[in-house]
């Protein structure tokens, strides 16, 4: 196994040279190459996918995950949709910013290059591979795939299109590399192979990236929990409150970006608390409070303090009454897993100050948490998100894999 | 010790709470305070500083280690003026960049937030204490200092003088800690405190670095070598190929932006050697080549391959003639420890392809590689460079010490 992984490492780290130098032109080629041998080998494709799902029956695999692991055809239409997107991104290899002139008569700027070589883990979803290979391929990184062994002939059909879109474009198959093993050593290798490997992407659950971040030498782009916080001010506009707060709790409930927590000016929360249960009633929410809460509320449970610290990812929310902001920021201080926390309010001051006083990957006014997205941004894809601080903070795209360099341009110039 | 550590880092992760919100006026007093107590206290710093280098000259420390530490009356003029420098630069706290409309009608944009705490550990010279805490306050963290042994009492005069600073100015005094003990354990510490320290920061020789790359669990902000490479290209201009190839090597000779190695293409080998070994000879720089070098330059000692991964830190060079840049970039791959390489050419292509395929921190083109320098790239100071590619890579400033997280601007927007 070792040995099998420092090939794809040291494989990994020469393609990564190739496809650093790359053009624009040679990348997208290659992207819509893979495209169309998704399209022609949907059959293919599926026959691999149903090899899938018939072992993920046999093991007894509840409903969810099943539907996660199929490869349907509007799913395979939307990984090609998903490789022409990409394709039509602005590449960001060899952008150069700040370009000035200093005393010394050097130019200074820096230039934006890619990474080197991705490793990136992910659950049941086979589609993760498309999009995985998609955003490393333009950002101009070499990637090593470790897909979930539940999908593991989906991957390697997905592969094998992978393959050959490469291979047509001209560029060298080993930038895009599916471990073709099951065996859980592989993944203990490619996180720790600091020589070949400059930075890992875990995506899946909770546990999975937990294990990782704890075993990895090599930097981790991830974010483990999302349990963001709605803050409706004294000062909000009840109808934008309303609606924000039950966008951001029943829009989706599985996802990290949702709304785990409610906190409201006890000044407006008689007005507001009973208008939101109603809401929320009607979409089935368990509604979890304090005291006070509870008090506004019919038919409240009262939180505990594991429920501060929960992200539900289901139809449950907990809510607390705070005296004003500075109690609202005390708490997502305490409990925020530095996710996304929005605060609902008409006032200037308190907004701006929330902008600035909250340490999360992404802080908002008067929007739903919802919108914390790389394609709501404006990244075009999003590989993961971020709550870590150093590097890539939030949505992480096409940016987010490369680094910048100095770059210095002198007619001769000599440190004096 | 543990418990000392932890109080250190608890009341580090409150202090920078308090100056990530403080504005660009409190912070730049702070400096200026600061600088007015170094000044008030002149003599008590030298006579804490006495000591140091009376403990350091019973220990036998040599010659030019007692120099590092001696707190001359320029040196203590030198930090004043850091600090007032410091005071000048613009605060990168909170800028806001980007900021566009989204089709949602959401707006997006990035604000520069501090990291939080820095732990910082440099060797013997002073100095580092007051250039590094005027960074870190400046970019709105806390830091937590630890200075080598040897300065220990110069450093903890310094601290007095930071503290006084901090409180005259407002500002909670444990933005500033500089550990009080000698015991080394607090480095294990310290490196180790996941909970409370956002990023390490070490300066020193590579044995300090390596050891605490290796046992640190926080991420760390560093550059083990600077292997530089100046190449001359056959299109070089000779004169200034001369100019800098004298400069790169001989300007000072123990800086991590030191040339230690020259690559030279083989057509224009034989003009510029010999110029360039009769200014070398000059300065008595000892040159150690590849068998084409030797039969070019007489008194050339024939290089080792360990020469090619040697940082001299010395008047020692060594010189290597190759077909071309292709040659030349081969091995920059697999000597450079990607601090800084420099071309020398007027051939625009090949200027263009050596700026976009070298990978390291720094690449120039027709400049001495001693302008690898903060100062000199007008980030006004740096706390350090570094060759990792996350983050920060390059001169280290205040944008360094910083990172950026996503706000969003909204007038009640639900995700649809």
């Keep these: 196994m070792k040995e099998y992984m420092r090939q794809l490492g040291e494989q990994a780290k020469q393609a990564g040279r190739a496809i650093s130098k790359a053009d624009s032109a040679q990348k997208n080629e290659a992207l819509m190459e893979i495209a169309e041998q998704l399209e022609l080998h949907s059959e293919f494709l599926n026959a691999e996918n149903q090899k ?83 955003l490393c391929l333009k950002s101009g990184n070499a990637c090593i795939l470790r897909g979930g062994s539940e999908s593991f002939y989906s991957n390697q059909a997905i592969a094998a299109c992978i393959t050959k879109g490469l291979e047509i474009a001209g560029l060298p198959k080993e930038v895009v590399q599916v471990i073709d093993t099951t065996d859980r050593a592989a993944v203990g290798e490619l996180i720790t192979m600091n020589d070949y490997v400059d930075v890992i992407v875990p995506r899946g659950g909770k546990s999975l990236i937990e294990r990782i971040s704890k075993e990895a ?48 000016a006890e000044s407006i929360a008689p007005t507001v608390l009973p208008l939101l249960a109603e809401k929320y009633q009607e979409k089935a929410v368990e509604l979890r409070g304090c005291l006070k809460t509870c008090s506004l509320i019919p038919d409240c449970i009262k939180a505990s303090e594991e429920d501060w610290q929960t992200e539900y990812l289901a139809p449950i929310l907990s809510i607390k009454v705070v005296a004003d902001i500075d109690a609202a920021m005390a708490h997502i201080n305490n ?82």
Tied chains: 1, 2.
């Excluded at 007894?60 to 490789?83: F, H, P, Y």
């Excluded at 929990?225 to 409150?241: P, R, S």
């Excluded at 308190?350 to 997205?373: G, Y």
Aim: net charge negative; with cysteine.
């Design 217 to 264: 030498t090599i930097a981790v782009i991830k974010h483990l929990d999302g349990i963001c916080h709605v803050y409706i001010d004294g000062k909000a506009d009840v109808d934008k409150a309303v609606a924000i707060a039950v966008n951001a709790k029943t829009h989706r409930y599985g996802v990290c970006n949702a709304m785990e927590t409610l906190l409201i």
């Design 52 to 134: 899938d799902l018939q072992v993920a029956k046999d093991n007894g695999l509840d409903a969810a995950s099943l539907d996660r692991l199929e490869l349907t055809s509007a799913r395979v239409a939307a990984m090609i949709e998903g490789l022409k997107q990409v394709a039509g991104l602005p590449d960001p290899v060899g952008e150069i910013s700040d370009l000035s002139y200093r005393p010394s008569g050097i130019q200074v700027g820096q230039m934006r290059v890619p990474l080197g070589v991705i490793g990136i883990i992910y659950e049941s979803r086979p589609n993760v591979t498309i999009d995985a290979a998609a």
């Design 335 to 416: 409990y925020s897993s530095a996710h996304t926390e929005s605060i609902i309010t008409e006032d200037y001051t308190l907004a701006r100050r929330f902008l600035r006083e909250v340490d999360s990957s992404s802080v908002m006014v008067n929007a739903s948490t919802r919108f914390a997205d790389g394609f709501e941004y404006g990244l075009g894809a999003e590989i993961g998100i971020s709550t870590d601080k150093l590097h890539a903070r939030g949505p992480v795209g096409l940016h987010g894999l490369t680094t910048l360099k100095y770059i210095v341009l002198g007619d001769g110039q000599i440190r004096q």
